[in-house]
């Protein structure tokens, strides 16, 4: 018997409730290529193989690999590998990325994935606290350093909420799974600096603009750019960061940087 192993945080999928909801929610296109992380026992593996030719799957775990190759399907391809020790040039090649992500790396995974151009759409299951960020509006607790890293790519939304008793062993908190859809609305090149404001923008969080970006922007600054400095990082939208990171790295027109 095959048990779930902390080391790898490994909850499988068992509800075929849930895992029928989330076929109904993924869009399949037999023109785009299909990556599953994390499909552990293959529970919605099996499902996914039925509207999908070819599929690919990234596992660690030696132990699911080889309940993985008992799915008589020759359109499926299973690599044994940690997803983090990836680069970009293997994910180069899918457009649609599934997963039930172990909840610990699902940030760092997120991270990874986000400049690849040629993903569109992602599909995966968080934690709840996570769902929340990634799907958080502005001016709320939960608009954060993920929400506006991730926003700056794609955009979000929460498809289904899902009770820990859906999952063997059950997990200690509860799950959304997550539809993140590309939107190519910013410019890439000006990410590296967008993501250095986000940061310090939200550095203390229960600091105000002003304190936390007191390297970086004056009283004057705030004036141009007709920000409120007494506001809070979780109070500005992707377009707002934007706006700083123009005046602050790009117009030529201020040379106090």
């Known amino acids: 018997m095959v048990i779930a192993k902390k080391k790898f945080g490994q909850n499988f999928l068992v509800d075929h409730n849930v895992i029928n909801q989330i076929i109904s929610e993924i869009k399949f296109d037999p023109s785009k290529t299909f990556l599953e992380i994390g499909p552990g026992k293959g529970a919605l593996t099996r499902e996914l193989i039925k509207k999908i030719n070819p599929l690919t799957l990234i596992e660690i775990d030696a132990d699911m690999i080889n309940i993985l190759k008992q ?20 994910f180069n090649k899918f457009n649609i990325v599934i997963g039930n992500l172990p909840y610990y790396i699902s940030s760092e995974i997120i991270f990874k994935l986000l400049p690849i151009k040629q993903i569109t759409h992602m599909y995966f299951m968080f934690q709840r606290e996570v769902a929340d960020r990634l799907i958080a509006q502005i001016g709320t607790k939960d608009n954060s350093i993920l929400t506006n890293l991730v926003n700056f790519y794609f955009d979000t939304e929460k498809l289904i909420d899902v ?19 590309r939107h190519n609305k910013y410019n890439e090149f000006v990410y590296e600096q967008y993501k250095k404001i986000v940061k310090a923008s939200f550095k203390f969080k229960r600091k105000n603009l002003k304190n936390n970006l007191k390297n970086i922007l004056s009283e004057k600054d705030f004036d141009s750019l007709q920000l409120d400095p007494t506001s809070r990082a979780e109070d500005l939208s992707v377009e707002d960061f934007l706006k700083i990171v123009n005046y602050v790295f790009i117009d030529d027109k201020k040379n106090s940087y």
């Open 71 to 90: 799915i008589n399907s020759k359109n499926l391809e299973i690599i044994q590998i940690d997803v983090l020790k990836l680069d970009e040039h293997f």
């Open 163 to 181: 009770n820990p008793n859906a999952f063997e062993p059950a997990p200690k908190v509860k799950s959304s799974f997550i539809k993140l859809t």
